[in-house]
């Protein structure tokens, strides 16, 4: 099975702060992503990686940065957090499929609240 | 990627079989059908995709009608543990990874 941790189930950070969200999966899926989920606006890409070291922007990158130094570990980081940036944060990783299209698998989620 | 309809909700008793309805008229032929659910506050769930082919897998069914046009997804025998938002998504064959837009969903709420 396909197992894609994330390093905090619930974190609750001040305006400013600098925020580390970690993700990694045991699978040896060469994308992964980072998603935000809100309620009514659902899922929305904030940055994806192909590779080691690869980085794409999502649709929402602003504010955001995110870091792959080793293949199964993708962080995300805030590096100013603000209110705005509450929200439930998904961690997702899947195998590129030639001729197919990949199946993320999704981690349990962090659930962030910025005071 | 194509548009999906889904029935917002969905009761099912438990022990019997939750079908699970998707319209997506305007998929082409190179997009799949793919099926996630979220149980709440968790994070999403793959369950089962196909491209033409009934398929089945140890979680559930996936009925796609020949014209491709509409799915179901078949949850044989519903637990409690089924209630959950089901998502239906179609999604272009590309090869290399692409972003996963969720619609509005199903609620199916499994109940004894």
């Known amino acids: 099975d396909v197992k894609v941790t994330q390093s905090s189930r619930y974190l609750v950070k001040r305006t400013g702060e600098k925020v580390f969200l970690e993700c990694v999966q045991d699978?040896?899926?060469?994308?992964m992503f980072w998603y935000r989920q809100d309620p009514g606006l659902g899922l929305r890409l904030i940055y994806f990686?192909?590779?080691?070291?690869?980085?794409e922007k999502g649709d929402i990158p602003e504010g955001y940065s995110v870091s792959r130094e080793k293949k199964e570990r993708f962080s995300l980081i805030l590096e100013s957090a603000s209110t705005n940036q509450t929200s439930m944060y998904l961690c997702?990783?899947?195998?590129?499929?030639?001729?197919?299209?990949?199946?993320?698998?999704f981690g349990p989620g962090t659930r962030l609240t910025v005071l | 990627d194509a548009k999906t309809t889904q029935p917002t909700s969905m009761d099912c008793a438990e022990g019997r079989a939750a079908n699970l309805p998707c319209n997506h008229s305007?998929?082409?032929?190179?997009?799949?059908v793919y099926w996630y659910r979220q149980i709440h506050s968790q994070g999403p769930q793959y369950i089962i995709h196909?491209?033409?082919n009934n398929e089945t897998n140890e979680m559930a069914s996936l009925i796609i009608t020949e014209d491709r046009k509409s799915s179901t997804l078949i949850l044989p025998h519903a637990t409690l543990r089924d209630t959950a938002v089901y998502y239906c998504?179609?999604?272009?064959?590309?090869?290399?990874?692409?972003?996963?837009?969720f619609g509005t969903g199903t609620r199916l709420q499994v109940t004894l």
């Open positions: 305007t998929i082409s032929g190179n997009e799949y």
């Open positions: 990686s192909y590779d080691v070291k690869m980085k």
């Open positions: 699978m040896d899926h060469e994308n």
């Open positions: 196909g491209l033409k």
């Open positions: 997702a990783s899947s195998l590129p499929r030639q001729g197919g299209t990949d199946t993320q698998y």
């Open positions: 998504i179609v999604r272009f064959r590309t090869g290399t990874a692409s972003k996963l837009t």
